[in-house]
């Protein structure tokens, strides 16, 4: 009884760290003023995760503090991502970036790209084709790959969008089945297939969202079962597009949207994204007309003064205006 290893949900935060300094997540505990590694734990439902202080001896956890939210908030402020933190992940445990196309998995490719080089390392990007793309998206983060020399991993759900949004209806900002079905999935079965190390980098920045400020840059992942980083966090929408116009890297139409092309399956989009989209890929526009009028629950993609919009009706709108423009 006694050879009993006993789990705990930090059992696989500490294996993931093991051998390996991390100086980024290494603060003084304000409740026992002892140093600890700074880590969180997934909990469904609060987006706000609670932070605790692993206390290590030799490997082993001998004490956890869990933070107030006062504490949390005090942390989260003061938390930093090194350079060198992510060199030491690079060169220990197999790299994988999340690559979606957009504007900030674009500036975080490029600059682990650069430090890949510098420790010698070899970088995979990882694309999630949601199956609600557009193919323009999926030809661009080829190309960026390719330009970049990088290996290209396409991952994709085992049941398409379309024949999933007819049993379960149209994804909302409070019924977001798709991020799980469409995105998530298909990256966890991937990666449990890979047995090595690994370590998982993406564009995540705090400046995008109040929740995601909540975040912090390196935490482990449940699902992905490995240290999950975001190199880029602290960075502001400037240091983005400055990374991108300085290095050379192909262009395209798709970062002057303004909004996420890699996936049209409806949560988060607006009146205006519907109606870059009308113009940009009318095919796509055409599928989610169609998945309009094939809900069950006659629900529409776009809301507006708690009033259905279908897109059969914002097309009626578009062309109304072109002709007038005309």
């Known amino acids: 009884m006694d050879n009993i290893i006993k789990i705990t949900w930090w059992s696989p935060i500490v294996e993931n760290l093991k051998n390996i300094s991390l100086k980024g997540i290494q603060i003084t505990c304000p409740i026992c003023n002892e140093k600890g590694i700074l880590t969180t734990r997934w909990i469904k439902g609060p987006s706000l995760k609670p932070l605790y202080i692993l206390h290590l001896n030799k490997g082993k956890v001998e004490n956890v503090c869990e933070l ?64 609600a793309g557009l193919p323009e998206n999926t030809a661009y983060v080829r190309k960026v790959c390719k330009y970049l020399k990088i290996q290209l991993k396409v991952v994709k759900p085992k049941v398409d969008y379309f024949t999933l949004v007819k049993k379960w209806g149209i994804p909302s900002y409070n019924y977001r089945w798709c991020c799980r079905e469409l995105k998530i999935k298909p990256i966890e079965e991937f990666l449990c297939s890979v047995k090595e190390p690994k370590v998982v980098f993406d564009g995540i920045r705090a400046a995008e969202s109040f929740v995601r400020k909540q975040y912090i840059p390196i935490w482990y992942h449940p699902g992905f079962k490995c240290l999950s980083v975001s190199p880029i966090f602290y960075w502001s929408n400037d240091d983005v597009i400055s990374l991108i116009n300085c290095n050379g890297i192909p262009k395209t139409l798709l ?37 309009e009028k094939e809900n069950k ?28 423009k005309n």
């Open 68 to 131: 107030s939210e006062e504490q949390s908030l005090e942390i989260r402020n003061n938390n930093f991502i090194k350079k060198s933190d992510i060199k030491n992940l690079l060169k220990q445990k197999k790299p994988f970036v999340l690559f979606s196309g957009g504007k900030d998995s674009l500036a975080t490719i490029i600059y682990l790209n650069d430090i890949t080089k510098e420790v010698n390392s070899e970088l995979t990007a990882i694309y999630v084709d949601t199956t």
């Open 255 to 291: 970062h002057s949207l303004g909004t996420s092309t890699e996936c049209w399956c409806g949560a988060y989009k607006t009146e205006k994204d519907f109606k870059k989209l009308y113009d940009l890929n009318k095919d796509m526009f055409d599928k989610l007309v169609k998945v």
């Open 297 to 324: 629950n006659h629900y529409t993609f776009l809301y507006k003064n708690k009033q259905k919009i279908p897109l059969k009706k914002l097309e009626r709108q578009i062309l109304k205006n072109k002709i007038i």
